[in-house]
């Protein structure tokens, strides 16, 4: 349950700092709007509040649904003094009848009571329930910049001041809820005059509201169906949401922090898996299964590694009703459960080298703002640990398992990426140094680290005691060079935002759990049952065409559903492939194929189904990789000199720049970088002021002026360049 | 940590309850032999000892090993008279020295301090320590039968007082162990006269020890080599250890009742996946991946459900330092994880049939006893979760999972099991009713559930509200039919117990990472180097051949490691076949081919190697199903009057009986035969004398005489009988 403090903790971590965010006024608690302007009468308000504040009333309604759907509610924020018609709202949202909530859902649903309701009660929403909620803005708070408007913090015995900006920037920022609705209930009112409502002019005359057609614009209004309705250049987190949730990849789940992944998104794992494993095994790596608990005494024996993740360490210290003599921890990393046991099987050279890798989940309780796919508090991955005899056995196999892991990227999601080595600050805890592979996702200008191979040098080897007899000296201890490396369902998330659009989800052919879906077309109430039999069979010959060329084709043959809303269904879905039947095209004996990438048509004779769709499909997943390397390649700029590294950030970009190589200097730019976004750009939400980070050095740095010894200066600090590195904000 | 009163409670489990046990007597601390005597002088012992008690010592020692080696101490449970040269002992034991253990050695590696060591320190080693120590009992300790031994448990202020037999049974009780090895100190003193040693005639004229010949024969003793020392018909919990981890499946883990699972198992487990896998992927089964997590509100929704789990939920109750709001749960099994979604997602008939299945960890922190495979507090299985419109469709595809389970122990582990129903008293939780497979391990003579496919009824859904209009009757709600099935890590255990005998495991073939070891023999010195590489080029070209053929075969070329050490090595591990090419092979174009099912030769010309390797291989595990099923069969005894069911459990059989099917008289079948078992019976720590439970209904009732309704009796309670029904022992 979040409380008041630390909902305030949380605005402040949004910027949301105006008169009154940081000290609330305190006065007795209130049930109504009446009572709340009395007890504020008077009162000496915080030292920013200008002008006279703007209160507020904020209603929880309940549709009229099926007992089977899940509660719906509708929170209205809107002036006091806005006429919130229910019956107009009702007709507006397309729903049955709306009351208003009873203490029970208030309570149940958004943890608070009468009195106490705010929009800050969303937060108390558990995320299952979010993509239920409606919220609902009245338009004259969205036209009013200027104002203060009065809020409780959760208990209404406190108020808070915000800008209305502040107020959509606090919704924004929520995960889960589906983007929310900005009404003119004025408007309303005078378009709906039904017979059992009474007119609804507004009541005071300060309201400059604009058309509520522009506020929508604005911030795109949605009622609920399959497509998605945020854009993704506009609202691009809300758009990520409605793309994961609508294609089913993706359910929100009751703990927070934790998703269901569904079976269209863990079939793009599970070809991960499979090539993946493939390549390993011929590597020599076997597969095993370790414990998921570790004992305090062995998770702290590595004090660097301990120090990176015990912040996100969750432990269990309870089982049925009996406390656990001691804490067990979930693992956030197998480093230090296998090692102990590494040092007991390897006892001579002949042992090593040893290639060990478990598919697995791992836990890291974050605390920061959770997000499908990218940061969950339980994930799924591989976890690679090889111990060898020699340091360039390990750095070999270091660099080999990245370019597995590119070829992962390139070959399996279209996606690309760069090679290259983490700077000293950006390392594993506890490696002596990491590779790494760094996407970008355009729609954000963020730089993405997309998996790590590390060599831990002999780090782990000597706290853990993993060594031989030197085979060649005798009576020398040898200390086991080791690697650890691992790619999570991270992947997911990536290939969507990198590869969707405002239809939703485009699937990278290799992936996709179907590949061509055939829809029947074109049949209407002229045609005769042996028509639309001859259609239905053209599509199983179709698909059974195409499946034992090995593509993985479907016939849509669900009745009292119009192609239309399959075309809908299945772009949403991001197939790559929509093929058409008709009765002209069984006519002409051709088919009509539509790429999902490029939404174009082309015309495929049924004779030649099967080579034509399977050279399409490669067609289509080179098409996505080359259009999304080329803009990760124009949004890589090579920046000469600091003026031009923060507007290039502020322009999506990633920057290569000369660098020195030196912490200090990384902590330095990344200070620099947030501090002038803030001073010299508008606050935008959507894509945050942080500071750039380091994301890595590439490994080819011939893409770049040569560095000269002396000559090249680091961009930042002046000092001699030591190679090329990316800078960039980052998730 | 285990503390003196715990102790106690494990060693009444044990039936451990001489004299003094459950009421040590209390004194002050002491430091040695002579200071205990004299703290009990005078005091009044417990009312059963009879007899001066026997005084001990129990040393801890420390051989000199390289520092690459564990720390691997040597306990000496030894009557306080007896001279326990160490010298001899070392010698004995090839061990270059042994020196008294420091306090640390105490203390971290047994969690104790000098004065209260005793053997029952040895229940405070960690797990994963306890392959590395050695135990050794003073034989006149073994031949002492009548006299009550002094021990300190755990505390050097308490005594108790325990029979030698009682002292021998809680060692074996002791998980992880290697055997322990009696030692006649005075024979060894006689045979190692060596020039350091003091001679070492017994002191005490009390000696009456049989020879340590006839000691080490009834309790073989063990030195730390490759192979298996313990005999599974007569020690099998100690050979089914020995078999785990010297065969490289299992390593013993920190974190008590969590096992490593190595390759050498994992490849048995990803053998199944791929199978079960292809299976349920044509039943139109999808993967996905819930969250591990689960909150208290959403795991108590279904109460019956619950009620079976809570006891072995493990909770986490903090993240980093913070702690959390609500304990979170780790999902014993996923019906409450999932079936809210369940409901969220099936909103009409059209979302049904819905089938989702996954691949993952579950936890169940059980109390009893752990044991590898069997029994474990975090295991890996696939959990399938189906939901029909149809009751029919939901028994047929409980049946046809049920068959799916059956074939893979069948087909790949060639282990026969019987299908059948659960009673109501061993159903799954919640379920309306379980089928299952049950199992039978010969050398204990007890059943075992090796796989569980459950019709969940509408229980859940109506729980969770999943249900649907009625296609057919307008506004009719329907709740949905489930299915939830599960097959666990516990399948490698069974196989193992199974199939294994003296030498190690015997891996069926289908699921053996290696098939085919091949092995160059006969080199000797007077062999010229061409001579050695033709016959290395020939197991090579061998090996190819058979890789080629699709089977997995591999070369063991290890330098260093004569013929024997492997065979020894490779049959330890199990590999089905062994082939051997040598000289005179080579000459004649042959090979010969030892198989570890029956160890028998045969000879393989090169030229039919693929061929007759691939029907070998077949008819191996055909004959070793054929073998397993026969002994399951002849064990399942048709018993017809109560009289004879103990005596067949006593004789390790299953009991095949004609049933009332009711639970009260399943209650009383089990009350029972446990008491008349201990009444008869002497006690056998091997084979507990356990009530019987019903295992399943056979769903093939036809193997036995009809069931007349009026005429043919329950065995048990002589009501009508209306099944025939399995009972048994069981794990």
Redesign the interface.
Known sequence: ?TTASTLIEQLAALKITSAGVTSPVQHNAVENVADWKAELNGKSLPDGVTGAPVFTKTLVLKPKLPK???TSPVMVIAKDETDTNMTSLAKELKLKELRFANADLLSGFFATEKGSVSPFSLSQVAE?DRSNVTIVVDSTIVADSESYIAFHPLVSSQTIFVKSSELLAYIKSLNGFKSYVVVDFAELASKNSAPAAAPAAPKASSQKAKPAAAAAAAEPTTTNTDGIQALKEDDFPSWYQQVLTRSDML?Y???SG??????WA??V??SIQTFFDGEIRKLKV??????????SR?LEREKDHIEGF????????????SDL?E??A?RPTSETVMY??Y???I?SH?DLPLR?NQW??VVR?E?KNPQPFLRT??F?WQEGHCAYLHEREADEEARAILTLYRRVYEELLAVPVVEGRKSEKEKFAGAHYTTSIEGYIPATGRGIQAATSHNLGQNFSKMF?I???DPDVTAK?LYAWQTSWGLSTRTIGVMVMVHGDNKGLVMPPRVSEIQVIVIPCGITVKHSDEQRKAIHDACHDAAKALIDAGIRAEVDD?ENYSPGFKFNHWEVRGVPIRLEIGPKDLEKKSTVAVRRDKLTKSFIPVSELAQQVSSLLDTIHNDMLAKATAEFAANRKLIQKWEDFVPALNNKAICVIPWCNREACEDEIKTRSANETTLGQPEDSRAPSMGAKSLCIPYDQSAYPPIKAGETKCVQCGKDAECYALFGRSY
């Open positions: 349950m089977s759907q899940p299952a359910e789940y009751d703990v934790c998703y269901i992944i569904r079976p863990f079939h794992w599970d076997k597969n095993c299964s370790f414990p998921m608990f570790v004992s062995v015990a912040p996100e360490v969750a432990w269990v210290t309870k089982a049925g009703s003599e804490p067990i979930l102990p046991y040092a007991k099987w006892r002949r060990l697995c989940n309780w605390f508090r339980e799924l005691d060594a031989v007899e201890k669900r």
